[in-house]
T-cell receptor
Framework: AQSVTQLDSHVSVSEGTPVLLRCNYS??????LFWYVQHPNKGLQLLLK??????LVKGINGFEAEFKKSETSFHLTKPSAHMSDAAEYFC????????????FGAGTILRVKS | GAVVSQHPSWVICKSGTSVKIECRSL??????MFWYRQFPKQSLMLMAT?????????EQGVEKDKFLINHASLTLSTLTVTSAHPEDSSFYIC??????????FGPGTRLTVL
């Protein structure tokens, strides 16, 4: 079965510094992986997705993620954090064994200090 | 991008009453809709998958008689929480899947049961 592990429950960075949110996956198949962002009391917004094309995926708001099969990782990065990036981020994999259901990581709360 | 709406965005009800939450795909037809529950400071947990015109498929541990799901059309699914109790208080999020199996999320409904 597919699963994802987000290695940090909280990450705190200063505005203007790089962001790294870590995600490792487990999958029997070639996975489809996603990063979603959720602002307080809001729904989820798709940041980017990997579906076996280019391993470096660029998303919205300056975020990108690199699929590394050898490390089973799909870390999310951004060169320079902005105050508006403060939110919760979810790494997600599709469970292809069970009707393409999304399997969510536990989430990482990103705090951006001014 | 595709838009999914939820109504209401928040609801407060008394214990023992029933609450209906609507999920609509506004600009596409959704053959499949998903209902998730998110407790405070936790990740999203899939409750059920519904396909238009057929019975919903519930995840293990989710009471189908308590969480009634109706998917009457390609643009509307409803979740009714019957005889709600305080432990049902949560953030309920729906998503709708298009022809390419990408899921688009609604903004969520905050349910508080007194």
């Amino acid at each position: 079965a597919q699963s994802v592990t987000q290695l940090d429950s909280h990450v705190s960075v200063s505005e203007g510094t790089p962001v790294l949110l870590r995600c490792n996956y487990s999958s029997s198949y070639s996975p489809s992986l996603f990063w979603y962002v959720q602002h307080p009391n809001k729904g989820l917004q798709l940041l980017l997705k990997y579906t076996s094309a280019a391993t470096l995926v660029k998303g919205i708001n300056g975020f990108e993620a690199e699929f590394k099969k050898s490390e089973t990782s799909f870390h999310l990065t951004k060169p320079s954090a902005h105050m508006s990036d403060a939110a919760e981020y979810f790494c997600v994999v599709i469970n292809m064994e069970y009707g393409n259901k999304l399997v969510f990581g536990a989430g990482t709360i990103l705090r951006v200090k001014s | 991008g595709a838009v999914v709406s939820q109504h209401p965005s928040w609801v407060i009800c008394k214990s023992g009453t029933s609450v209906k939450i609507e999920c609509r795909s506004l600009d596409f037809q959704a053959t499949t809709m998903f209902w998730y529950r998110q407790f405070p400071k936790q990740s999203l947990m899939l409750m059920a998958t519904s396909n238009e015109g057929s019975k919903a498929t519930y995840e293990q541990g989710v009471e189908k008689d308590k969480f009634l799901i109706n998917h009457a059309s390609l643009t509307l699914s409803t979740l009714t929480v019957t005889s709600a109790h305080p432990e049902d208080s949560s953030f309920y999020i729906c998503s709708a899947s298009d022809l390419y199996n990408e899921q688009f999320f609604g903004p969520g409904t905050r349910l508080t049961v007194l």
